[in-house]
């Protein structure tokens, strides 16, 4: 009897509900480098600082906010898609599930191309009244940093907007985006020889025609005339992140134009992609993202004068770039390393071109997003079995991270004591920005120097 009831019980609850019902997907969350920001919390620890810490400085690497289109994304995929529905032939309004092509009207202008839209500076706003409330008790920074272009400046001020009472009480420090910077950038890809932009493209496009191919069949089948190809498949699922933060939602969303696992197919080919471009496909990534890691853990750890407005006391430190720069930084961490703690040394066998990695750790579209932000938090704790002290822990879009090889602190972070020696082995691993990049122009350096004064 009490077994019947507790069967009762659960399934009331859901505890025990298996229904295919009950299964729930949203496009949105999969978009790879176009999709909205969202929270993911995994690993699932708390955000919050842990019991007895206080933060007592942070730093935060953000990527701009939400745009109209990336350049190459529109040049290359929608545009072409667009022209070729301009001139087809096709009856839309009886081709059933694609029928609004019949009226669509495209989101994108030449012009708006690269600019924030509406909602980016929206959520770039809310992003710093997040950051205000979450260390209310730190200093609103005299300065952000950000690199030169529109729509990282134009992110980096409504960021100040909404963490300062009056945005012209914090300084937006622009930074150059020139190919001979060296390390001490927020663009520091740009400068390193070593770095192709175009890396990772060869092996994206042979999972991009495998997962297309029955999407391909399907549309062909319903709209022959039109003739689509991959790219047309590949640029209907950007429009679904670009329309959805120009007019808040999108057509190309639907889960009857493309399936789940289609769905999951586009974001695996861009993680294929991302793997080989900033990723730990790439042997410079981890270079390039070790300048910021060094300079903001380095600057946290200095001595602080809390009564002092000079840059070098500041409470937080805020620097806007662009999406290559964040995945690097990871790397340079050692974070979401599909190979990690296997003992195994075969990164590119984590990322396989004829099939996805459901289990992998790197995945653009939680690592990112638009406004996808890495945060180093400085604590103060008096945590029950610990040492009190100062420790440091690494969040990614909230999630806090478990740092390998230091991670015995409150909430798994990292102590003071175990700090320098820990970033000296991942100085090791990665390599320095000179010469993994191979440098070929005078007065470059190692270096990130923006904080300094």
């Known amino acids: 009897m009490y077994a019947s009831l507790l069967t009762v019980a659960l399934c009331a609850t859901r505890v025990l509900s298996h229904s295919p019902n009950q299964y729930y997907f949203d496009p949105i969350q999969h978009l790879a480098g176009v999709t909205p920001p969202f929270d993911i919390l995994d690993p699932p620890l708390d955000p919050t600082p842990p019991q007895g810490c206080n933060v007592t400085r942070a730093a935060y690497l953000v990527r701009h906010a939400a745009i109209f289109a990336n350049d190459f994304d529109y040049e290359t995929y929608i545009e072409p898609f667009v022209q070729k529905l301009g001139n087809t032939s096709v009856d839309w309004t009886k081709v059933p599930v694609l029928n609004f092509l019949a009226t669509w009207q495209n989101p994108i202008t030449d012009a708006e191309q690269e600019m924030l839209t509406r909602s980016g500076k929206l959520e770039a706003s809310r992003l710093g009244v997040d950051v205000a409330q979450r260390y209310q008790k730190l200093r609103t920074p005299k300065k952000i940093w950000t690199s030169t272009a529109e729509r990282t400046v134009k992110s980096a001020k409504s960021f100040s907007s909404g963490i300062a009472d009056d945005a012209s009480d914090v300084l937006v420090v622009e930074i150059s985006e ?19 932009s175009s890396a990772g493209s060869k092996q994206s496009t042979v999972f991009l025609n495998a997962y297309t191919k029955p999407v391909i069949a ?19 699922s950007l429009l679904c992140g670009y329309e959805t933060v120009i007019r808040g939602s999108s057509p190309f969303c639907s889960l009857d134009v493309l399936s789940p696992n289609e769905w999951l197919g586009f974001e695996y080919t861009n993680d294929i992609m991302y793997h080989y471009n900033t990723g730990y496909g790439s042997p410079v990534s981890g270079a390039i993202g070790f300048p910021w890691v060094n300079a903001t853990f380095n600057t946290l750890m200095s001595t602080q004068n809390n009564v002092s407005s000079a840059t070098a006391d500041q409470d937080l430190y805020i620097s806007f770039t662009h999406r290559e720069l964040p995945p690097t930084v990871l790397v340079a961490l050692g974070l979401f390393n599909n190979s990690a703690f296997s003992g195994a040394n075969n990164i590119n066998g984590t990322m396989p071109t004829n099939a996805i990695n459901h289990r992998r750790a790197w995945k653009s579209s939680e690592i990112l997003q638009f406004l996808t932000n890495v945060a180093i938090e400085k604590m103060a704790c008096d945590s029950f079995g610990f040492d009190a002290g100062t420790y440091y822990r690494v969040l990614v879009n909230d999630s806090p991270q478990q740092l390998d090889g230091c991670s015995d602190g409150p909430g798994e972070s990292c102590a003071a004591g175990n700090m320098t020696s820990w970033l000296a082995g991942r100085a090791s691993i990665v390599g320095d920005y000179g010469t993994a990049c191979d440098v070929d122009y005078n007065n470059s350096t190692d270096i990130l120097s923006i904080y300094d004064s």
């Open 218 to 236: 399907r549309f062909n089948t319903a709209a022959p005339a039109y003739n689509f190809t991959a790219t047309d498949i590949y640029a209907m």
């Open 178 to 196: 020139g190919e001979e910077e060296g390390a001490s950038s927020l663009t520091p890809y740009k400068s390193c020889p070593a770095y192709s």
